[in-house]
């Protein structure tokens, strides 16, 4: 069987407030599942690792082959539990040491 590679995202909020992990990826999952659809959803193999709320920092990780669908998917995010918001990727990496190095 053949390995799924991953990607790690390092994905920075812009909006009043903070929003919980669960509102987070309920939006993201959302615009993934409004452009793609419920099986595309599904290959991007979607996971939140870690949100930092204090400068609003999330890491995602998505396979590989769905890394430009993700992408895509999330400069569409306009508002996030009811505020305005923007998204914005930071930097992508293929492992979780390596992101954290480059901030």
């Known amino acids: 069987m053949k390995r799924v590679k991953r990607r790690y995202l390092a994905v920075q909020l812009e909006m009043d407030g903070v929003p919980s992990e669960k ?12 452009f793609y659809g419920e099986v595309g959803a599904s290959l ?12 609003k920092i ?4 998505t396979s590989l082959e769905m890394l430009d669908s993700v992408r ?4 569409c995010i306009t508002g996030i539990a009811g505020k305005g918001a923007v998204v914005h990727v930071l930097a992508v990496s293929g492992t979780i040491k390596a992101l954290f190095k480059k901030f």
Do not use: N, Q
């Not at 991007?44 to 400068?55: E, G, K, P, Q, V």
């Open 23 to 34: 509102e987070l990826m309920d939006v993201i999952w959302s615009s993934v599942v409004k």
């Open 44 to 55: 991007t193999r979607m996971a939140l690792i870690s949100f930092d709320t204090s400068c």
């Open 58 to 61: 999330a890491v995602v990780r």
């Open 72 to 75: 895509t998917s999330l400069a």
